[in-house]
């Protein structure tokens, strides 16, 4: 089993950062594509940002682009994400995500799941 965990959340003003972490455990692997989604209250999981299991490819949801950044440490077995010029449409609960073969912007793609971190960005 892998475990993630999600860190990094809190109350921020609109215009700040914020830089979440996940934690990967278990029988984790380096080589697993990592993901970013987020879901506000009363609305669907989102996608916001995937890293390759190498770090080389990443990919981002246009309302993110150019704010947020996804990046990795394989050898803490850590995913980032690097929340700049944050905007009171960013609240939501934000998840971690990993999968063993493939990066991809849809939720189902993925095998593992963090319990999630609250990000609040007030106007």
């Known amino acids: 089993q892998v475990q993630l965990v999600e860190s990094g959340g809190g109350l921020v003003q609109a215009g700040g950062s914020l830089r979440l972490s996940c934690a990967a455990s278990?029988?984790?692997?380096?080589?697993?594509?990592r993901a970013w989604f987020r879901q506000a209250p009363g609305k669907e999981r989102e996608f916001v940002a995937a890293?390759?299991?190498?770090?080389?490819?990443?990919t981002y949801a246009d309302s993110v682009k150019g704010r947020f950044t996804i990046s990795r440490d394989n050898a803490k077995n850590t995913v980032y994400l690097q929340m700049n010029n944050l905007k009171p449409g960013d609240t939501a609960v934000y998840y971690c995500?990993?999968?063993?073969?493939?990066?991809?912007?849809?939720?189902?793609?993925?095998?593992?799941w963090g319990q999630g971190t609250q990000v609040t960005i007030s106007s």
């Open positions: 278990g029988r984790t692997k380096s080589t697993y594509a």
């Open positions: 890293i390759s299991w190498s770090g080389s490819r990443t």
């Open positions: 995500a990993a999968d063993p073969e493939y990066m991809s912007s849809r939720a189902a793609t993925y095998d593992y």
